[in-house]
């Protein structure tokens, strides 16, 4: 066939290889590219070293169609995510809930895993955009072994998913067990609980709400499980919500008929945290010992919902990581009542709808593209009567106790493709500082490319992540709320200190077999799980090590944990200064 017709074979079948494994294929499409390989070798080695040119040429692109339809035909099924990686795991007594008998899996560690349970109806239908209610009673057993779908969210495909692991997560791994593709539906609305071995009387509950920027994301994901609390005596119970437009659309004609628009999601989680007060207690749980956690769009939430009347008596005490909207102008998830109805309003044009009932006939896998134009917690007067701020500052909270915090690199899974250099520095921080531009240069003046990027992913982090926290603080000491603050710097061989990169140590779950964390990272993990145990346990985290984990009255001091830990001077001081002349901070 000649030396490039066998380069340009070879070039495809280890492409197809490729897209086969991070694509997620199934076996079948293995088998088929095989025979297909093993064909055109045959064909090659026999038959086209005799051929002219454009018959080899053809005899190629008949191969690499051939590889192409068996990616197409053999692309991985939808399937439920079980709730174990056994294949027969121990079935755990039967619980009795408000809507009828049910059973879970024992994990490996012991750990009482129940995966899928109907805390709300399937909100589709005539219940799109509605309150949620009750779910419809069962009779018999429920089996929850298996996580219930994803909210609706635009999926991408296994391959973008593979990918983001090997460049992001550095945590890739190739097996024959996760061909296949995880489902989203409407009907999402399930919770899951980890419970602790054995018979449990009291326990302390912990609720967790994910992120994904209230767009995406799904409760099974393994840096958020339950089990390592579980293994601490600690019940965990966390929960899909509506996402995107589902969760977050607004129209004036919902204001008319349910009395509220626009937060829905935030809805859902209050419905379940009703179910965790009326049932947790047939788990061995602590209905009147439950706190509330959540990280990124998760601490969005947990920070709406500790000042929405709607949820107050529904948990004592809460975790916000990484995000907050206390701040004057939370920025980003977020936005008062009129920009959310003038945004709806544009929605139903664009899809030429003069109603929530003609909106409600568009299919949801059409309307999830809606995600990035409607994924913001909403001022509506009903979940949220105020801002979170004025709430704050005339002394509405429902929690007894925060401890809360950020990471030194938010910012960079943001700015993965945008980095700044010296020519487009200047512009950037002009774009987010306005008139305070000036100040914001003086104190961050970069003299080469690398220090323009560092600097803004600096600025950056603050404004979107760190400050928020700062001005919380503050009000709870206002509040007189005992509010612990924290600073995650350690870096290691996954996602580091970026956004989110705490979870696997605050939910004491960095996989044992992982060769990305180190001796320091699993002693850092226990140091600081054993904090969150202790608060969720207390309301105090405790010592922090041999560290005293301590209050800052002020403000200006955190909780550092990293190479090194104990409490240490914000590093952004200075720069939050002016962000609060900028904002008008009372």
């Not at 064909?39 to 690499?64: C, D, E, S």
């Not at 379940?272 to 998760?298: K, M, Q, Y």
């Not at 106790?401 to 030194?408: R, S």
């Not at 226990?526 to 010592?543: E, L, N, Q």
Request: hydrophobic share 40%; aromatic share 12%.
């Amino acid at each position: 066939m000649g030396i490039f017709g066998w380069i340009v074979t070879i070039f495809i079948s280890l492409l197809t290889g490729a897209v086969l494994e991070l694509n997620k294929n199934t076996w079948p499409g293995w088998l088929l590219f095989v025979l297909a390989l093993a064909g055109m070798v045959l064909l090659g080695r026999k038959y086209m070293g005799a051929w002219k040119w454009p018959l080899r040429g053809l005899g190629v692109l008949a191969f690499l169609a051939l590889c192409l339809c068996t990616i197409l035909v053999s692309r991985p099924p939808v399937r439920r995510v079980r709730a174990a990686d056994t294949k027969n795991p121990a079935v755990t007594d039967v619980y009795a809930t408000s809507f009828g008998d049910v059973t879970g899996v024992v994990l490996k560690s012991g750990v009482d895993l129940f995966a899928g349970i109907p805390y709300a109806a399937p909100p589709v239908g005539d219940l799109r955009w509605k309150k949620p209610q009750d779910p419809a009673p069962w009779t018999g057993v429920l089996a929850c072994d298996s996580f219930a779908p994803m909210s609706m969210q635009v999926q991408n495909s296994p391959l973008f998913g593979s990918l983001a692991r090997i460049i992001g997560y550095h945590d890739y791994r190739v097996s024959l067990d996760d061909s296949y593709r995880e489902p989203a539906s409407e009907d999402s609305l399930y919770l899951n609980i980890w419970k602790p071995a054995g018979k449990v009387e009291k326990a302390p509950v912990a609720v967790y709400i994910h992120g994904g920027s209230l767009q995406t994301g799904q409760p099974w994901y393994a840096d958020y499980s339950g089990e390592g609390f579980a293994k601490d005596g600690v019940i965990v119970v966390n929960m899909g919500y509506r996402l995107g437009v589902f969760g977050f659309l607004a129209a004036e004609e919902m204001m008319e008929k349910e009395g509220t628009a626009g937060n829905f999601g935030l809805l859902d989680q209050i419905k379940a945290l009703e179910w965790v007060r009326d049932n947790i207690s047939s788990f061995g749980g602590d209905p009147d010992n439950v706190t509330l956690i959540g990280e990124s769009a998760g601490a969005v939430c947990v920070d709406a919902l500790c000042v929405s009347p709607l949820a107050a008596g529904l948990f004592d005490r809460a975790v916000m990581e990484s995000s907050a909207i206390s701040s004057i102008e939370p920025p980003h998830s977020y936005r008062l009542f009129d920009e959310a109805l003038s945004s709806g309003r544009a929605l139903m044009e664009r899809y030429g709808c003069s109603s929530l009932e003609d909106l409600r006939k568009v299919p949801a896998e059409k309307l999830a593209a809606e995600q990035e134009t409607q994924h913001h917690v909403t001022i509506d007067g009903y979940v949220l009567p105020d801002t979170p701020y004025h709430l704050r500052k005339q002394g509405i909270h429902n929690e007894s106790a925060l401890l809360h915090g950020f990471n030194k690199e938010e910012s960079a899974p943001f700015l993965l493709f945008s980095h700044a250099s010296l020519k487009d520095y200047e512009d950037k921080v002009r774009r987010w500082t306005g008139d305070s531009a000036e100040e914001v240069l003086s104190l961050y003046a970069p003299s080469t490319d690398e220090e323009a990027a560092r600097f803004w992913a600096e600025i950056y982090g603050a404004i979107f992540f760190n400050y928020s926290h700062y001005c919380l603080n503050r009000l709870e000491q206002e509040n007189q709320v005992p509010s612990w603050e924290y600073y995650f710097t350690k870096d290691n061989g996954r996602l580091g200190c970026w956004h989110s990169g705490e979870l696997v140590y605050t939910f004491g779950v960095i996989p044992e077999g992982s060769k990305l964390y180190t001796e320091e990272d699993r002693a850092l993990a226990d140091t600081m799980h054993g904090c969150w145990v202790s608060f969720v346990k207390t309301g105090d985290p405790g010592k922090a090590g041999d560290q005293d984990f301590t209050q800052s009255p002020d403000s200006s001091t955190v909780m550092e944990f990293g190479g090194s830990t104990g409490m240490r001077e914000d590093p952004c001081l200075a720069l939050y200064q002016i962000l609060d002349r900028m904002y008008g901070w009372e």
